[in-house]
C-alpha cells in the first residue's frame, strides 16, 4: 500500500546506496595504495638484503687481507721493531 511517505524512503535508501559506494570506492582505493606501499617496501627490503650480502662479503674479504697481513714475515718483523722501539722509547 503506497503512501506520501514512500519517495522520500526511497530517496534515502538510495542516498544510503550512493553513500555506501563511495565508501567502497574509497576502501578499494586505499587497499590499492596500501598494496602499492608493500610491493615498494619489498623491492626496498631485497635491495638492502642484497647490499648486506656484498657488504658482508667486502668485510670477509677484509678481514682475510687482514689475517695474511698479520701472518707474514714482514708484518712480525715490523710488530718487533716496534716492540724494541716503544720499548727502547724511541
Known amino acids: 500500500m503506497p503512501t506520501s511517505s ?11 546506496l550512493v553513500a555506501a559506494l563511495h565508501d567502497t570506492d574509497v576502501a578499494v582505493a586505499r587497499s590499492h595504495e596500501l598494496a602499492m606501499q608493500v610491493v ?3 623491492i626496498e627490503l631485497a635491495d638492502h638484503r642484497a647490499e648486506r650480502v ?3 662479503a ?7 687481507l ?16 716496534w716492540s724494541l722501539r716503544r720499548a727502547v722509547g724511541g
Not at 514512500?6 to 544510503?16: A, D, F, K, L, N
Not at 667486502?58 to 682475510?64: F, P, W
Request: a positive charge.
Open 6 to 16: 514512500m519517495p522520500t524512503v526511497e530517496m534515502i535508501h538510495r542516498c544510503s
Open 58 to 64: 667486502e668485510l670477509d674479504a677484509s678481514r682475510q
Open 40 to 42: 615498494i617496501l619489498r
Open 54 to 56: 656484498a657488504l658482508r
Open 66 to 81: 687482514h689475517a695474511e697481513i698479520r701472518a707474514s714475515r714482514a708484518y712480525r718483523l715490523a710488530s718487533k721493531v
